[in-house]
C-alpha cells in the first residue's frame, strides 16, 4: 500500500476519525505517542506559517497562537516550531529559531513611542502623532536648509547629505520597498543597510 | 548564493572557507552532511580555528587571518601548471582566450593607473583589446602572452607552495594536498561547491577574495553546475532582499545605479548601463537597462514621469563621491556634518567600527530616530551604563525618538533567504503595546512631510509631492498593495509586433520580459518581476515536489530571476547542450521541442539553440564568465594579496619593502583612522570576531532562552598565549587594541593554536560579538570598542575579521 503522507496530513487523517494505532501499523505513522500529546496541545490553537527572523536559511515556521477570534480578542502566540513541509529546514530549528517565542515576548520590546530631549537622561512617553510630527518638522528644517539642486561645479545633483537613513535588512521587503520610495524621494544619499557592514 | 541551500547536497566536494556554517547556519549546514552522508562528498574547511564546521570536516587548515588570496591564487597557478581545468569549459565559457589591451601591467604591487595622492587606479588599460570588426579579439589556442589565461598563469606564478605558506602559517603538505583535492572536481562529472560568508567579506581586500573563489569555479568548471557555485551564506534573514532592493548609498532596485554628478545628461546615463554584446550574437543582457529604469520611475513618479521629462531623471540624487557608505557617513557626522539620522532595525553602536567615534557621531547630531521592536544600544548611547557605556547624558544634545516596531510574529510579506528565494509569511498576532508595522510609520512619516510640503512649500518638493501613493489606506500602505507594485503593471494595452495584445492595462506583469522603456509598464523592483503576477501572489506558494530529484522545488516560494533557482544554469550543459556528465544533469536542449528543458527555469533564452553560440554568463558583454574583471572592480582586475591595515606582519611578502603595496592600495583610509592603527609591536595578536550557533547579533541577548544558554562574554585564546601572559580558563583579561579595550571571561582552547608567520609566532584571539548593556543577558563590552575605521575598496565593508589586540590579565 503506498501511501505517502506528511506529518500534518498524518494530523488531518487522525482527526478525520481514522485510529491513530491502525495508522501505525500500517508502518507510516512518526513518533506516534509525542505526535498525538502535541496535537492536542495545539489542537485549538491557530497556525500561521511564518519564516524564522535571524539568519538567511530562511527555515519554516508555525506560530501557533490562542483567542478565538471574537471581537476585541487578541491572539496570543504561546508556541512556535518548525515546519516540516519546508525543502530546506524539514521542521528543524536551531538553537536561536528554537528560542524565537523568547524574542517575540521579550522583556526588551518596545511597546510606546518615546523621546529623550536633549541633555536629558531619561525616557518621555509621547503619542505617534506628536513624535511623527516633530520628526517631520526636523527633517524639513534640516532638508531645505541644506539640500543642494546644484553643486560648486554648476551640476545639477538634487541631493540631501545631512540626514541618513539606516534600513533594516530584518524587515519585509514591502517596508525595504516603501523605505527607498520614501528616502529617495527626499533625495537622501546617505543610505545603507546591514549588507554594508 | 548562485546555487541554493538543498543544491548543497549535489556536490561532491565542499570548501568551507570565510565562514563557520555548522555555527552560523546550522539549519542550512545539514546539506552538507546529507553531501558528506549520501553523495559520499569530502568537506574541507580552511579558518584561523578549529571550529564546529572544522569538527566534522574531512579535512582542514589552518590559515592566518586575511590570508585567503595568497591561498587560492596559489590554488589557480597550481590548477593552470599542473593542467588541472575543465579545458572545454576554460576555452568558451570564460574569457580566457580573451586579449587584453597593451598597455594594462602590474609592477611592483601595483596596477596600471595608480595614482598614490588620490589611491585609486585609472582603469583604462583594464580592457580586453578591440578588433577592427568592434569586437573583442580572441587566441582560441590560449598561447598569445596578451590573453587572459596566459596573464592569469603570469600573475600567479609568484604564489609559489613556499610563498603561500609563509603568507597564510599552512605548511606546505596541507597546502598541496588540499589543492590537489579541490583540482579533482576539474572533470566534468564532478562539482565542488564553495560556502562563505562575512568571513570573507570584512576585510579590506574582502571583494577580491571572493572573486579569486569564483575564478578558481571557473577554473574548475563548477560555476552553473548542480552542487557547484560561489555561495554567500548571508547574515540577516532579510539581507539578500534590502540588497536586491538597492538599499544602498549607490543602488536603485534590482543592481541599477544612481547617477554621478558628472552624469547629467539622460541619454549618456542610460547609455553607459546598457551593455551592448562586445562578443558578435551575445545575450548581453544589461542592453534592457532602460526598460527597467523607465519601469522603476513609472511606478515611483506616475503620471509625472514622461519621455519629456526623461522620466524625471533629475528628480533622483546624484552622487558626488562613489560611495556614500556608513564609515564616510559617520566619519562626516563625527565632524558634525550632519544633523539627523534614522536607525530602523539597526544598532550602528554596537555595529560599526570603533565605538568611541560612533559615539563622538551620534552626540553631535540634532535628532536620532530609532525604529526597533527592541532596546537597542544606539537608542540609548547617551545613557550612562557605567564601564558599558561611560557617558554623561548631560553633554549629549541629540534628541532621540524612539520608535516601536514590530516583530515578524506580527508582520505579514515576503522575505528573501540566500538562496534568492521569496517566502511569503503571514501576522500571528497583534505587536504589544502600540508597536507598529514599519510599512505604516514610513507611510505616516511621510505623508506628514508631503503636507508641510504642500502647506509651507519648501525646496525642490516635486518628487514629494508627485511621488505615487495610490494606497487603499494612505498612511498604511498594505504588503499586499507593495509587492504587487514592486511586480509590476502594464499601464497600457502592451501590444506584440503583429499588434496583438500581450497584456490589458491593469495587469499585473508575469515577467521582466514585458517591461518597455516608453512608459507603458511599471515594476518597482524588475528582477522581483514575476512574483506576484495575474496567478497571484508566486511567493506563498508551498509545493515542495521535486520532480527530478535535483533538490530543485520549483513550485515553493518564488525565486528571483525568473523562479530560477541555480544561477548561469545554462553552463551545466556542454556546448552542444547535453549535460556534462549524467550525474549531473540539469537543464539540456530538446532538439524535437527546440528548447531548454529540464529541472530548473533555463538562466538562458529558451529557445537559443546550441548552434546559434550564444554562451551561459547571460548577463555578461562577452557572454562569458571574467577571470580578468575589467574595470568592475577599484583595486585591480585580478585579485592580489595585501596585508590587512592592522597586521601582525611588518610588510607584504609578496612585495617587499615597496610600502603602497603593503595594504590594499586603493582602499580609503582617513587621516585621523590611520593614525589609530596599532603596530605590531604594541598589538601582536592577530585578533577576528564572530558569532555564535546560540546568538543572532545583538538580538537574542534580549530573548531569555539564548541568554541563559550563552549567558556570559568570553574571549578565545590558545593554550600557548594563555601560558605566554600567565592567563587560567576562566580569568578575566583585558583585550585592547589602539582604540580601545574590552574585558572578557578568557576561554583557553586547543582550537586555536600559534602560526609561524616569517620570523615570528603569530597567536590568534577569537572574539565573539553578541553582548552589549541591553538585554537579558549579563552585561557585556560592545566589541567594536577594539576594531578599525577602514572598510573593502569596492565596499566599504569594514575590516572586522583581520585587526591586532593585546590581550593582557585583567
Request: net charge negative; proline share 5%; glycine share 8%.
Amino acid at each position: 500500500m503506498a501511501i505517502n503522507v506528511t506529518r500534518r496530513q498524518f494530523f488531518k487523517l487522525g482527526g478525520a476519525g481514522l485510529a491513530s494505532s491502525s495508522l501505525a501499523m500500517m508502518g507510516f505513522a512518526p513518533e506516534p505517542a509525542e505526535a498525538s500529546i502535541r496535537q492536542f496541545k495545539l489542537t485549538h490553537a491557530k497556525e500561521t506559517r511564518n519564516t524564522c527572523t535571524y539568519c538567511s536559511v530562511g527555515c519554516g515556521i508555525l506560530i501557533y497562537s490562542k483567542g478565538d477570534g471574537a471581537k476585541n480578542v487578541e491572539q496570543n502566540v504561546f508556541h512556535i516550531e518548525g515546519d516540516p513541509d519546508h525543502p530546506v529546514s524539514r521542521g528543524s530549528l536551531c538553537p536561536k529559531g528554537a528560542g524565537l517565542l523568547d524574542f517575540v515576548h521579550s522583556k526588551g520590546r518596545l511597546e510606546y513611542p518615546q523621546v529623550r530631549e536633549a541633555g536629558s537622561d531619561e525616557w518621555q512617553r509621547i503619542s505617534w502623532d506628536e513624535a511623527l510630527n516633530r520628526i517631520a518638522r526636523h527633517m524639513k528644517e534640516d532638508r531645505d536648509a541644506n539640500f543642494v539642486q546644484r553643486n560648486a561645479q554648476g551640476q545639477t545633483v538634487n541631493h540631501w547629505t545631512t540626514t541618513g537613513f539606516l534600513a533594516a535588512s530584518g524587515s519585509s521587503n514591502e517596508a525595504g520597498y516603501i523605505t527607498h520610495k520614501v528616502v529617495r524621494s527626499l533625495g537622501m544619499v546617505a543610505f545603507d543597510n546591514q549588507a554594508r557592514v | 548564493m548562485t546555487n541554493h541551500w538543498v543544491d548543497i547536497r549535489n556536490a561532491n566536494l565542499i570548501l568551507s572557507m570565510g565562514g563557520n556554517s555548522a555555527e552560523a547556519h546550522p539549519v542550512g549546514f545539514r546539506w552538507v552532511t546529507e553531501a558528506i552522508e549520501h553523495n559520499k562528498a569530502e568537506l574541507i574547511t580552511i579558518d584561523p580555528r578549529f571550529t564546529r564546521t572544522g569538527a566534522v570536516a574531512q579535512d582542514k587548515a589552518f590559515i592566518r587571518t586575511g590570508t585567503d588570496i595568497a591561498f587560492l591564487g596559489g590554488l589557480i597557478s597550481y590548477l593552470i601548471e599542473t593542467d588541472q581545468i575543465q579545458r572545454e569549459y576554460v576555452l568558451n565559457y570564460t574569457d580566457a582566450a580573451l586579449i587584453v589591451r597593451d598597455d594594462y601591467g602590474f609592477e611592483d604591487g601595483l596596477f596600471s593607473g595608480y595614482d598614490a595622492s588620490t589611491r585609486s587606479y585609472d582603469k583604462r588599460s583594464w580592457m580586453y583589446a578591440m578588433g577592427d570588426d568592434g569586437f573583442v579579439r580572441r587566441d582560441e589556442s590560449l598561447q598569445d602572452p596578451r590573453c587572459v589565461y596566459q596573464l592569469l598563469r603570469a600573475h600567479y606564478s609568484r604564489y609559489t607552495p613556499d610563498m603561500v605558506s609563509s603568507i597564510t602559517g599552512i605548511q606546505v603538505d596541507n597546502i598541496q594536498r588540499i589543492w590537489k583535492k579541490i583540482a579533482a572536481t576539474a572533470v566534468p562529472d564532478r562539482t565542488m561547491t564553495i560556502l562563505y560568508a562575512l568571513g570573507w567579506t570584512q576585510h579590506s581586500i574582502g571583494s577580491q577574495i571572493i572573486r579569486t573563489a569564483a575564478m578558481v569555479q571557473l577554473l574548475l568548471g563548477n560555476m552553473g553546475m548542480p552542487g557547484g557555485g560561489v555561495n554567500a551564506l548571508r547574515g540577516h534573514s532579510n539581507i539578500q532582499g534590502l540588497t536586491d532592493l538597492g538599499l544602498l548609498s549607490q543602488l536603485l532596485p534590482g543592481y541599477m545605479t544612481l547617477a554621478n554628478a558628472t552624469e547629467q545628461e539622460y541619454r549618456a546615463y542610460i547609455d553607459k548601463r546598457v551593455k551592448q554584446p562586445t562578443i558578435e550574437g551575445q545575450v548581453s543582457y544589461w542592453k534592457n537597462y532602460e526598460n527597467f529604469h523607465v519601469s522603476l520611475m513609472k511606478s515611483w513618479f506616475g503620471n509625472a514621469a514622461t519621455q519629456q521629462n526623461d522620466w524625471c531623471f533629475d528628480w533622483l540624487p546624484k552622487l558626488e563621491r562613489p560611495l556614500y557608505d556608513v564609515l564616510d557617513t559617520f566619519d562626516r557626522m563625527s565632524r558634525g556634518e550632519l544633523t539627523g539620522y534614522f536607525c530602523q532595525g539597526f544598532n550602528p553602536l554596537a555595529s560599526f567600527p570603533d565605538r568611541a567615534k560612533v559615539t563622538r557621531a551620534l552626540s553631535s547630531l540634532k535628532y536620532l530616530v530609532v525604529m526597533d521592536p527592541l532596546n537597542t544600544e544606539t537608542s540609548e548611547f547617551w545613557k550612562n551604563y557605567g564601564e558599558y557605556n561611560d557617558v554623561d547624558p548631560s553633554q549629549i544634545d541629540t534628541e532621540v525618538f524612539r520608535l516601536p516596531t514590530c516583530c515578524f510574529a506580527e508582520d505579514e510579506g515576503s522575505i528573501v533567504n540566500s538562496a534568492r528565494w521569496l517566502q511569503w509569511h503571514w501576522a500571528a498576532a497583534p505587536p504589544p503595546g502600540d508597536s507598529r508595522p514599519d510599512t505604516a510609520i514610513m507611510g505616516e512619516l511621510f505623508l506628514k512631510l508631503k503636507q508641510l510640503y504642500q502647506q509651507e512649500g519648501g525646496v525642490f518638493p516635486a518628487p514629494i509631492l508627485n511621488l505615487t501613493w495610490d494606497y487603499k489606506i494612505p498612511a498604511e500602505p498594505s504588503p499586499q498593495e507593495l509587492a504587487r507594485e514592486y511586480n509590476g503593471r502594464a499601464l497600457e494595452d502592451l501590444v506584440d509586433a503583429d499588434g496583438n495584445v500581450t497584456r490589458r492595462a491593469g495587469e499585473q506583469l508575469a515577467g521582466f520580459a514585458e517591461l518597455t522603456a516608453d512608459g507603458k509598464t511599471a515594476a518597482g523592483c524588475w528582477i522581483f518581476t514575476g512574483c506576484w503576477t495575474e496567478d497571484g501572489n508566486m511567493m506563498a506558494r508551498r509545493d515542495n515536489a521535486d520532480p527530478y530529484g535535483t533538490g530543485n522545488t520549483l513550485g515553493w516560494a518564488w525565486a528571483w530571476p525568473m523562479n530560477r533557482r541555480i544561477l548561469y544554469n545554462r553552463a551545466s550543459a556542454d556546448l552542444q547542450g547535453r549535460p556534462w556528465g549524467t550525474n549531473k544533469a540539469f537543464i539540456w536542449w530538446d532538439g524535437e521541442q527546440g528548447a531548454w528543458v529540464g529541472a530548473d527555469v533555463p538562466d538562458f533564452p529558451t529557445n537559443s539553440p546550441p548552434s546559434q553560440g550564444q554562451m551561459p554568463f547571460i548577463m555578461q558583454p562577452e557572454g562569458v564568465g571574467h577571470l580578468f574583471a575589467g574595470q568592475s572592480m577599484v583595486d585591480g582586475p585580478f585579485p592580489e594579496h595585501y596585508e590587512p591595515f592592522e597586521s601582525p606582519v611588518p610588510q607584504n611578502l609578496l612585495h617587499p619593502g615597496k610600502e603602497q603595496a603593503r595594504n590594499n592600495p586603493a582602499a580609503r583610509i582617513f587621516d585621523a583612522d590611520r593614525e589609530a592603527l596599532g603596530k605590531p609591536e604594541d598589538f601582536p595578536h592577530a585578533a577576528t570576531t564572530y558569532r555564535l550557533t546560540e546568538h543572532f547579533h545583538f538580538w537574542t541577548k534580549h530573548a531569555e532562552l539564548n541568554a541563559i544558554v550563552q549567558p556570559q562574554q568570553f574571549v578565545e585564546i590558545g593554550e600557548a598565549l594563555a601560558e605566554e601572559i600567565g592567563v587560567a580558563a576562566g580569568d578575566w583579561v583585558k583585550v585592547s587594541s589602539n582604540r580601545g579595550s574590552i574585558r572578557a571571561v578568557a576561554v583557553v582552547t586547543k582550537r586555536m593554536r600559534p602560526m609561524r608567520i616569517g620570523d615570528r609566532q603569530v597567536h590568534h584571539v577569537g572574539i565573539p560579538l553578541h553582548w552589549g548593556f541591553t538585554g537579558a543577558a549579563r552585561k557585556g563590552y560592545l566589541i567594536n570598542a577594539l576594531t578599525p575605521f577602514v572598510g573593502d575598496a569596492n565596499t566599504q565593508t569594514p575590516e572586522y575579521k583581520s585587526f591586532t589586540v593585546r590581550v593582557e590579565k585583567a
